[in-house]
């Protein structure tokens, strides 16, 4: 039983933490080379990794894709951790209106046009994204925002994360507190009631048993007290 639980806790904590790496913002010191627009044709396992279609669209088997095409200098895992070295990284640009994840994105065409004015200079600059870049399924991470910075070496703060991050921890801290306040008030007290109830229970079967034996033995006392034929 208990390695069902340390497997089942894992099992959670890997599922959650794979979600906060493709939901929360990250952030890659790149270098924007050109921008380019796509036509692009979903299939099953790689359509729910794309947002919907712009707003103001409807959403169609195939449809254009925005790309921007950078060479990314440094990557920080969920803005904390820098990663990776130099090589090239694709994002794709899309709206994600109002549905999941909550970025409420409407300004595609305005942050293409900021890529590409980027693309025409040689200004570094830092992209804001989420999502996971897999090459054999052509998934793109999703830039959200973009700008400029000194050099390669900025240094960025992820604001977001930190506080996502204490209020993830003081909400885990206080359902676990109410849960511990319940458990006290309601659960314990009705485990507690039940097992007396059980011991009652127990209790008036010992004694019935009891009682059916005394009786059985005041038969047998009274065959073992008959005179021989």
């Given at each position: 039983?208990?390695?069902?639980?340390?497997?089942?806790?894992?099992?959670?904590?890997?599922?959650?933490?794979?979600?906060?790496h493709?939901?929360?913002?990250?952030?890659?010191?790149?270098?924007?080379?050109?921008?380019?627009?796509?036509?692009?044709?979903?299939?099953?396992?790689?359509?729910?990794?794309?947002?919907?279609?712009?707003?103001?669209?409807?959403?169609?088997?195939?449809?254009?894709?925005?790309?921007?095409?950078?060479?990314?200098?440094?990557?920080?895992?969920?803005?904390?951790?820098?990663?990776?070295?130099?090589?090239?990284?694709?994002?794709?640009?899309?709206?994600?209106?109002?549905?999941?994840?909550?970025?409420f994105?409407?300004?595609?065409?305005?942050?293409?046009?900021?890529?590409?004015?980027?693309?025409?200079?040689?200004?570094?600059?830092?992209?804001?994204?989420?999502?996971?870049?897999?090459?054999?399924?052509?998934?793109?991470?999703?830039?959200?925002?973009?700008?400029?910075?000194?050099?390669?070496?900025?240094?960025?703060?992820?604001?977001f994360?930190?506080?996502?991050?204490?209020?993830?921890?003081?909400?885990?801290?206080f359902?676990?507190?109410?849960?511990?306040?319940?458990?006290?008030?309601?659960?314990?007290?009705?485990?507690?009631?039940?097992?007396?109830r059980?011991?009652?229970?127990?209790?008036?079967?010992?004694?019935?048993?009891?009682?059916?034996?005394?009786?059985?033995?005041?038969?047998?006392?009274?065959?073992?007290?008959?005179?021989?034929?």
């Amino acid at each position: 039983m208990r390695r069902i639980r340390i497997v089942f806790r894992l099992i959670v904590v890997l599922v959650f933490g794979l979600l906060f790496h493709y939901v929360l913002p990250q952030h890659d010191v790149v270098k924007v080379t050109s921008t380019e627009i796509i036509r692009t044709d979903f299939s099953a396992y790689n359509r729910i990794f794309y947002a919907q279609a712009d707003s103001g669209g409807s959403e169609q088997p195939t449809r254009d894709l925005r790309l921007i095409n950078t060479q990314k200098q440094r990557t920080m895992l969920l803005g904390f951790i820098p990663t990776g070295g130099s090589h090239v990284m694709v994002y794709r640009n899309e709206d994600t209106g109002w549905i999941w994840p909550p970025y409420f994105k409407f300004d595609s065409s305005d942050l293409q046009a900021e890529a590409a004015n980027l693309a025409k200079g040689d200004e570094w600059a830092v992209i804001t994204h989420y999502g996971w870049r897999v090459r054999w399924a052509s998934i793109y991470p999703n830039a959200v925002a973009v700008r400029t910075v000194s050099g390669p070496d900025a240094t960025i703060i992820p604001w977001f994360n930190i506080f996502f991050f204490i209020f993830l921890a003081a909400a885990l801290l206080f359902i676990r507190a109410m849960w511990r306040q319940f458990r006290e008030r309601t659960v314990d007290p009705l485990l507690g009631n039940a097992e007396d109830r059980v011991d009652e229970v127990q209790a008036n079967v010992a004694e019935r048993r009891g009682r059916f034996r005394r009786w059985l033995n005041t038969w047998r006392s009274k065959d073992n007290q008959l005179p021989p034929e």
